[in-house]
Structure formats: structure tokens, C-alpha cells
């Protein structure tokens, strides 16, 4: 009982005084403390260099249990997924044409050449001063 006492009386003196309790504590120097943390990191790397590139240790694997699961999903749900519309919900892929098979015109014919010319960006220099000596009047 005598501590709930104790513990109300300073907090009580604490909160409702104009000032803080702890206000005239002296505060550590910024850059000492910098200094001690920097100090801590360089000590810690040159006890063992090659920390960071180890990775963590995994915890051992523990033998999964199977799921019971009691319900189905739709056929026309794996048919929105395959983007096939077949309609059999079969869950299998359509099998496609491959690029090399020849069964196609876009395998055989490369792509149209593009003869557009590329823009050209000007250097910070040419978009400061575009009148300077050292541009190139094409």
C-alpha cells in the first residue's frame, strides 16, 4: 500500500508541476554521444568483418500438416484465369503455337524497321545558354 503511495505522490508532484521533473538533468553532449555510437559500429566491424554477409540462421523445418479444404471452386473461374473461354474448367492450359514452330507469319517476319529520328536532349549547359560558342549550328 505504502508504494501505490509513493508512486502517486510522484507522479502526481511530477504532472502537475509547471515545469518538468526531470528538467534540470544534464543533457549528454550530441556529438559525444554520435562519437561513442560511431565507435561501437567500428569495434563490432573489426570483431567480425564479414557479419553482414552471412545470412540468419533459419529455424529448423517443422513437418507440415495437409489442409482439409471443403470447397471447390468453379469451372468458370479457371476459364477467366486461362482467358481460353473453352468452357471445360479442366484447369489446363491451351497449348499454344511457339515462336520457333513456323506455324505463324509474325515467326518468320522480323519486325518493321523504325526510321524515326530520336529526339535529342540538350546538355544543362546548351539548355541554360542555347546561344554559346560551343554549340554546333546545324
Known amino acids: 500500500m505504502l508504494v501505490f503511495?509513493?508512486?502517486?505522490f510522484?507522479?502526481?508532484?511530477?504532472?502537475?508541476?509547471?515545469?518538468?521533473?526531470?528538467?534540470?538533468?544534464?543533457h549528454p553532449n550530441?556529438?559525444?554521444?554520435?562519437g561513442g555510437a560511431a565507435a561501437a559500429?567500428?569495434?563490432l566491424t573489426l570483431a567480425d568483418p564479414h557479419?553482414?554477409?552471412?545470412?540468419?540462421?533459419?529455424r529448423a523445418e517443422q513437418e507440415k500438416k495437409?489442409?482439409?479444404?471443403?470447397?471447390?471452386?468453379p469451372a468458370s473461374v479457371f476459364d477467366r484465369l486461362d482467358g481460353s473461354g473453352s468452357g471445360t474448367g479442366s484447369g489446363h492450359e491451351v497449348p499454344r503455337p511457339h515462336a520457333g514452330s513456323g506455324?505463324?507469319?509474325?515467326?518468320?517476319?522480323p519486325p518493321p524497321a523504325t526510321t524515326k529520328k530520336l529526339?535529342?536532349?540538350?546538355?544543362?549547359?546548351?539548355?541554360?545558354?542555347?546561344?554559346?560558342?560551343?554549340?554546333?549550328?546545324q
Open 5 to 8: 503511495i509513493l508512486v502517486f
Open 10 to 26: 510522484l507522479l502526481g508532484t511530477g504532472c502537475g508541476s509547471e515545469s518538468p521533473m526531470l528538467g534540470g538533468v544534464p
Open 30 to 34: 550530441n556529438g559525444a554521444m554520435a
Open 41 to 43: 559500429a567500428a569495434a
Open 51 to 58: 557479419a553482414a554477409d552471412r545470412k540468419p540462421e533459419q
Open 66 to 73: 495437409p489442409v482439409d479444404v471443403k470447397e471447390e471452386v
Open 103 to 109: 506455324s505463324g507469319s509474325a515467326a518468320t517476319t
Open 119 to 137: 529526339p535529342v536532349i540538350p546538355s544543362p549547359h546548351d539548355a541554360v545558354d542555347p546561344g554559346h560558342a560551343d554549340t554546333n549550328n
